[in-house]
């Protein structure tokens, strides 16, 4: 079993990249329909496991620790089951820097993927809502889940932003790690580990939003889960389907793009190629 050297990962994921721009709208929409599902799989399962942590003050740090364990487990289905996701995709922008994919066909998949990822997770949201599910704990789950939501849509723009960079930031070194290991035990533990820092940290993930969300918006008329949340009602105005695209959704997206293209393609693209060319160039010079 050979693990990869950064500069092969950062070949595989030039190479991976050029396969995404290739995809039909077909296949990317219903692969990214899936993700988005498998991590709304994920954020749901995360808050059912710790809720009554999360409602305490005095043992929400443990919550989020919690959560981040089982959450991994959405990125895990992602890379390992076959799916697009958003976040991850941001790392194309260094096959688009090597000029073997054009900024077009890259923003064309993040559009699609984009699209599908909202879609997979609005359905969830709204199957876990209508099950009677959120009821669970006298209606402690439904009741957190509703304080998540209004959490993140009454975050500043800057907050959210910056929020969104340290998040992708760790979700694309998870995907980049596990791209260097060949065995199916070494991707998931090179993906557990930053997926449940960037959960236990409390930054904010895009995709996962469009789960946490939405599913807050389809249970805040339940008089009994906004009974427990205590949230106030100045709290629970902003959140509405505009509050959560202007006030959360695009601050964050952004975020998200910083964090994975910058930081983790772009810094890796010019440690290994840019640097690499120009040391060529002044080699040939002398």
């Avoid at 954020?43 to 959450?71: C, I, K």
């Avoid at 789960?211 to 918006?217: E, K, M, N, R, T």
């Avoid at 009994?224 to 949340?229: H, T």
């Amino acid at each position: 079993m050979k693990l990869l050297k950064p500069p092969e990962i950062l070949e595989v994921t030039i190479e991976t990249s050029v396969a995404k721009a290739d995809g039909s709208l077909r296949k990317l929409f219903v692969l990214a329909a899936l993700a988005g599902a498998f991590i709304a799989f994920a954020a749901q399962g995360s808050t059912m496991a710790a809720f009554n942590l999360l409602a305490e003050a005095e043992t929400f740090g443990l919550g989020r620790a919690l959560a981040g364990a089982v959450f991994s487990t959405g990125l895990m289905l992602v890379v390992l089951a076959g799916a697009e996701l958003f976040t991850g995709n941001t790392m194309m922008i260094a096959a688009v820097c090597e000029k073997k994919v054009k900024a077009l066909r890259m923003i064309r998949n993040w559009c699609i993927v984009y699209a599908g990822n909202f879609a997979g997770s609005l359905l969830i949201a709204y199957m876990i809502a209508g099950s009677g599910l959120l009821g669970s704990g006298g209606g402690l789950l439904g009741a957190v889940t509703l304080n998540i939501a209004v959490y993140k849509v009454n975050l500043t723009f800057v907050s959210a932003f910056f929020l969104g960079i340290l998040c992708n930031w760790l979700v694309c070194l998870a995907v980049w790690i596990s791209s260097g290991a060949d065995a199916m035990a070494g991707k998931i533990l090179g993906i557990f580990f930053p997926i449940w820092l960037f959960v236990t940290s409390g930054f904010e993930h895009s995709v996962a939003n469009m789960y946490y969300v939405p599913a807050g918006i389809l249970i805040k008329g339940n008089e009994v889960f906004a009974g427990l949340s205590g949230a106030t009602q100045g709290a629970l105005q902003n959140l509405t389907w505009g509050g959560f695209f202007l006030r959360n959704l695009l601050p964050v997206t952004l975020g998200n793009v910083v964090g994975g293209s910058v930081f983790v393609a772009l810094a890796y693209w010019y440690a290994y190629k840019k640097e690499n060319a120009t040391c060529a160039k002044r080699k040939k010079r002398v």
